[in-house]
């Protein structure tokens, strides 16, 4: 079996996938603010906050129940007000340390952009990641190209794994069925 090159080894699976993504190259003056975020959380801040367990089991569990739907809800209005809504689908690959896009408009090694995207499992989950331009290829119409995520913490980044991880399943599923 052959082995993996220490430059080709990879920390996290990627996958492709089609999303609905728009980006946009962040200006020099941004660079020092930006931070990956699911949007939302600056309207909502500390909305993820889990119902505190009370005597009541019957009770606590109403209260979860309603609790996970204001979120559904809540979720579902910040994707429409953000506009995520309309954005395009593209098909990417994608991993927990960055992604490739193919992109009409050419990028320089080191630009820095802005990734707002839809990544779907369960619920829909709309954010903003940013990424550093490592790579960029021309193509015959545009251009390739690869970034990897900057300024994301773990919550963002495990978002992004289990969006990898559900596709993997999925593709694995289809695989199954064709055979």
């Given at each position: 079996?052959?082995?993996?090159?220490?430059?080709?080894?990879?920390?996290?699976?990627?996958?492709?996938?089609?999303?609905?993504?728009?980006?946009?190259?962040?200006?020099?003056?941004?660079?020092p603010v930006i931070r990956a975020r699911l949007a939302g959380?600056?309207?909502?801040?500390?909305?993820?906050?889990?119902?505190?367990?009370?005597?009541?089991?019957?009770?606590?569990?109403?209260?979860?129940?309603?609790?996970?739907?204001?979120?559904?809800?809540?979720?579902?209005?910040?994707?429409?007000?953000?506009?995520?809504h309309a954005l395009p689908s593209k098909a990417v690959q994608?991993?927990?340390?960055?992604?490739?896009?193919?992109?009409?408009?050419?990028?320089?090694?080191?630009?820095?952009?802005?990734?707002?995207?839809?990544?779907?499992?369960?619920?829909?989950?709309?954010?903003?990641?940013?990424?550093?331009?490592?790579?960029?290829?021309?193509q015959t119409s545009g251009y390739i190209a690869a970034v990897?995520?900057?300024?994301?913490?773990?919550?963002?980044?495990?978002?992004?794994?289990?969006?990898?991880?559900?596709?993997?399943?999925?593709?694995?599923?289809?695989?199954?069925?064709?055979?």
């Amino acid at each position: 079996m052959e082995k993996e090159s220490p430059t080709n080894r990879r920390e996290y699976s990627r996958v492709y996938a089609y999303i609905p993504l728009s980006f946009r190259k962040v200006l020099p003056e941004e660079r020092p603010v930006i931070r990956a975020r699911l949007a939302g959380d600056a309207i909502f801040p500390g909305s993820n906050v889990a119902v505190p367990e009370i005597g009541d089991r019957i009770l606590y569990e109403w209260l979860k129940m309603l609790n996970n739907k204001l979120d559904g809800i809540v979720r579902l209005l910040t994707i429409h007000a953000e506009g995520f809504h309309a954005l395009p689908s593209k098909a990417v690959q994608i991993s927990g340390s960055g992604m490739n896009f193919s992109s009409a408009e050419p990028f320089e090694q080191g630009d820095m952009v802005e990734l707002k995207m839809i990544l779907t499992v369960n619920q829909p989950t709309a954010l903003f990641a940013y990424g550093e331009v490592v790579k960029v290829e021309k193509q015959t119409s545009g251009y390739i190209a690869a970034v990897t995520f900057v300024k994301m913490d773990d919550h963002i980044r495990d978002e992004i794994v289990r969006f990898v991880f559900e596709r993997e399943r999925e593709i694995l599923r289809e695989k199954r069925l064709t055979e």
